[in-house]
């Protein structure tokens, strides 16, 4: 087999590996997300669709601005430590006998080397500008999540992931409209900023007949995209309404079927630069590395029932049920478009062209249940909850990407009253149960482009006879752990 095609493949994989991850944050869910907006609404767990009384409504209810009574100014940062682990199942090393055996090896155990993340936050300011019914809010938040994580560039998942860095900023607009007390309706029209988005790994490029390296290869190449999507719009409508005093009830839901589309720039470095040489990237004959890439969002409705505890006009303490369901399975493939760029790789001259990876997730529901309690009427307010999210990638299909499995956790929280201002503090605990995988029923195959063994991948003559039947080693059997710490602190103040 020529050298030309081998090497093709080589880098069309690449690009296809590098769609993998590369998303963070929102609120309270799977899939790209995690954590909680504001730290009102993080005291209680998320369990805020049906109160939602500030400027975090624009995510879990655009309606709950109409309860605001006053002009309100509220700026917020959320805090987190994000711990991953994964620590690769024992394989035999094919690619490196010893005296014709295949040793064992095992690995150490791999961890997120950028836990702390010390920025996430939201600023806006809402008034009813005058009129009894109406509200309005404008608000720039980075949505809650994890928007950065690394693992060594030699550790047992580096064909999986060695880091990716997501920069979000969601610029919203809501108006909302009450009908005294009885119910009330809003929207939040949304501008999604993606000023950085990166994502690196490594592949196996080597390019022998009945070959592999489940381990490592001199031939391995680190690869990485760096891209921006400076608009992408989307919107949230909800609504609330109270049957009787003590009952609320909330429901939202963004409804456009959006997605981000990143202009990125394709890097290749080899590992071992004196074994694969340089990559040079070009269009029509000038360099070139600009590619595309596209990221469905999931549409998410959210259902929220609230019991008010009340004497006279004051309310004493509450409680609120949530769940939310997000279409986590409109992410069936991540589509890479390179635009007719070609790779010059060892001499030869080699088309990228349009590549779509599937990645198999799911359908998610969460629910949340939280509340406020009224310690010192207008001066001291204390709160807790707890929630549950179900796994959005099925366990073969495991990463270290994203946190992909169940998680659930606890909050607490706490607000004082000081006149016109109120600070609020917020500590959530969320964790991923631990889980393994077995490299039996894994998945994720190591990407061997240059490999000259092609599906069914049962011909011995091409294909190494221990994995046959698959087209590569699979790369993520192993062990799965992930748990993070995050305190918001607030401030509202009220005019």
Same mark, same amino acid.
């Given at each position: 087999?020529?050298?030309?095609p081998?090497?093709?493949?080589?880098?069309s994989?690449?690009l296809?590996?590098?769609?993998?991850?590369?998303?963070a944050?929102?609120?309270?869910?799977?899939?790209?997300?995690?954590?909680?907006?504001?730290?009102?609404?993080?005291?209680?767990?998320?369990?805020?669709?049906?109160?939602?009384?500030?400027?975090?409504?624009?995510?879990?209810?655009?309606?709950?601005?109409?309860?605001?009574?006053?002009?309100?100014?509220?700026v917020s940062?959320?805090?987190?430590?994000?711990?991953?682990?994964?620590?690769?199942?024992p394989?035999? /090393?094919?690619?490196?006998?010893?005296?014709?055996?295949?040793?064992?090896?095992?690995?150490?155990?791999?961890?997120?080397?950028?836990?702390?993340?010390? *920025?996430?936050?939201?600023?806006?300011?809402?008034?009813?500008?005058?009129?009894?019914?109406?509200?309005?809010?404008?608000?720039?938040?980075?949505?809650?999540?994890?928007?950065?994580?690394?693992?060594?560039?030699?550790?047992?998942? +580096?064909?999986?992931?060695v880091?990716?860095?997501?920069?979000?900023?969601?610029?919203?607009?809501?108006?909302?409209?009450?009908?005294?007390?009885?119910?009330?309706?809003?929207?939040?029209?949304?501008?999604i900023?993606?000023? +950085?988005?990166?994502?690196?790994?490594?592949?196996?490029?080597?390019q022998?007949?009945?070959?592999?390296?489940?381990?490592?290869?001199?031939?391995?190449?680190?690869?990485?995209?760096?891209?921006?999507?400076?608009?992408t719009?989307?919107?949230v409508?909800?609504?609330?309404?109270?049957?009787v005093?003590?009952?609320?009830l909330?429901?939202?839901?963004?409804?456009?079927?959006?997605?981000?589309?990143?202009?990125?720039a394709?890097?290749?470095?080899?590992?071992?630069?004196?074994?694969?040489?340089?990559?040079?990237?070009? +269009?029509?004959?000038?360099?070139?590395?600009?590619?595309?890439?596209?990221l469905?969002?999931?549409?998410?409705?959210?259902?929220g029932?609230?019991?008010?505890?009340?004497?006279?006009?004051?309310?004493?303490?509450d409680?609120?049920l949530?769940?939310?369901?997000?279409?986590?399975?409109?992410?069936?493939?991540?589509?890479?478009?390179?635009?007719?760029?070609?790779?010059?790789?060892?001499?030869?001259?080699?088309?990228?062209g349009?590549?779509?990876?599937?990645?198999?997730?799911? /359908?998610?529901?969460?629910?949340?249940?939280?509340?406020?309690?009224?310690?010192?009427?207008?001066?001291?307010?204390?709160?807790?909850?707890?929630?549950?999210?179900?796994?959005?990638?099925? +366990?073969?299909?495991?990463?270290?990407?994203?946190?992909g499995?169940?998680?659930?956790?606890?909050?607490l929280?706490?607000?004082?009253?000081?006149?016109?201002?109120?600070?609020a503090?917020?500590?959530?605990?969320?964790?991923?149960?631990?889980?393994?995988?077995?490299?039996?029923?894994?998945?994720?195959f190591?990407e061997?482009?240059?490999?000259?063994?092609?599906?069914p991948?049962?011909?011995?003559?091409?294909?190494e006879?221990?994995?046959?039947?698959?087209?590569?080693?699979?790369?993520?059997?192993?062990?799965?752990?992930?748990?993070?710490?995050?305190?918001?602190?607030e401030? *509202?103040?009220?005019?």
């Amino acid at each position: 087999m020529s050298r030309a095609p081998r090497l093709s493949r080589a880098v069309s994989s690449t690009l296809l590996l590098l769609l993998g991850a590369s998303l963070a944050p929102r609120a309270h869910a799977a899939g790209y997300y995690s954590g909680t907006q504001g730290a009102r609404a993080a005291g209680r767990a998320g369990a805020f669709t049906a109160k939602a009384d500030d400027l975090t409504a624009v995510v879990f209810n655009p309606a709950g601005l109409a309860h605001i009574d006053q002009s309100l100014l509220q700026v917020s940062n959320r805090f987190s430590y994000n711990s991953a682990e994964f620590t690769r199942a024992p394989t035999l /090393d094919w690619g490196n006998l010893e005296a014709g055996v295949a040793p064992r090896v095992e690995f150490a155990t791999a961890r997120n080397q950028q836990p702390f993340q010390l *920025l996430d936050p939201l600023l806006g300011v809402a008034s009813k500008l005058g009129l009894r019914d109406w509200a309005f809010g404008v608000v720039a938040f980075a949505p809650a999540g994890v928007s950065r994580a690394a693992f060594p560039l030699d550790g047992g998942q +580096r064909y999986m992931m060695v880091s990716r860095e997501a920069i979000i900023l969601n610029y919203s607009a809501t108006a909302a409209y009450k009908y005294r007390d009885t119910f009330g309706v809003g929207a939040s029209v949304q501008w999604i900023h993606v000023p +950085r988005l990166r994502y690196s790994l490594v592949i196996d490029a080597t390019q022998f007949r009945a070959r592999a390296n489940p381990v490592s290869s001199e031939l391995d190449m680190h690869a990485t995209t760096t891209g921006s999507d400076p608009f992408t719009f989307n919107a949230v409508l909800g609504a609330w309404c109270r049957p009787v005093p003590s009952l609320e009830l909330g429901i939202s839901g963004q409804v456009i079927p959006s997605q981000i589309e990143t202009k990125s720039a394709l890097a290749i470095d080899p590992v071992r630069p004196e074994v694969v040489g340089e990559v040079q990237l070009r +269009r029509d004959g000038a360099p070139a590395n600009d590619v595309r890439v596209t990221l469905p969002l999931p549409l998410t409705a959210r259902v929220g029932a609230r019991y008010r505890q009340l004497r006279g006009q004051r309310e004493l303490f509450d409680v609120e049920l949530d769940v939310a369901y997000e279409t986590w399975s409109r992410v069936k493939r991540f589509s890479l478009d390179s635009h007719g760029i070609q790779a010059s790789l060892l001499g030869q001259v080699l088309d990228v062209g349009a590549i779509e990876v599937e990645k198999h997730w799911r /359908d998610t529901v969460s629910a949340s249940l939280g509340g406020d309690v009224n310690v010192i009427p207008y001066r001291c307010t204390l709160r807790a909850g707890l929630f549950y999210e179900s796994a959005v990638a099925p +366990r073969a299909y495991s990463n270290v990407d994203f946190v992909g499995g169940q998680q659930l956790g606890g909050t607490l929280g706490a607000s004082l009253q000081l006149a016109k201002v109120e600070l609020a503090m917020a500590y959530e605990y969320r964790v991923q149960p631990s889980f393994s995988v077995s490299e039996k029923r894994a998945k994720v195959f190591q990407e061997v482009p240059g490999s000259p063994c092609r599906a069914p991948f049962t011909d011995p003559q091409t294909c190494e006879e221990h994995y046959l039947g698959q087209p590569a080693p699979a790369v993520n059997g192993g062990k799965y752990a992930a748990y993070s710490h995050a305190a918001s602190v607030e401030g *509202l103040y009220r005019f």
